[in-house]
């Protein structure tokens, strides 16, 4: 009795030392009929610090972590690895930045569809807990790129 305690204990205990992570405003950009790629967008936040280590969904054959990053004059976008969370700190993936990348589409998002989203984010004790997001698909007119400030 006592082992099956100090068990349920520990267990209990890994749960609530979790952290917790919130997801708000995801959305999709749609697309045309033979577009094969889009960008999901949101914004995700966890009590502790934490990594964004992968998504998936079953409208993409393929789906990564981008981020956008200007070098010698040009804006290149990669995949990277993971994204750091810091503590307690809202991360924005948004067009023109850091993003998830859905490629290999199976089928048209159009406005007003609703994407399926499932993200790993690992904490800082390495215990990886599973997300599933649902994310609107907005116009494929939605605006590719952020608002940097510059005025004219």
Known sequence: MRKTTLAL???LFGAMAQADV???DSWVRGTTPAQKAT???F???SSDAASLLSASSPVAGVVEIHTMKMEEGVMKMRAIPKLDLPAGKGVKLAPGGN???LMDLKQQLKKGDVVPI???VEGKDKKVQTL???AEVRDLAAPATMDHGHKH
């Open 118 to 120: 499932t993200l790993k």
């Open 39 to 41: 960008g999901a967008f």
């Open 43 to 45: 914004e995700i936040t």
């Open 9 to 11: 204990s520990l267990m």
């Open 22 to 24: 919130t997801v708000k």
């Open 132 to 134: 599933e997001i649902k």
């Open 99 to 101: 993003h998830v990348m």
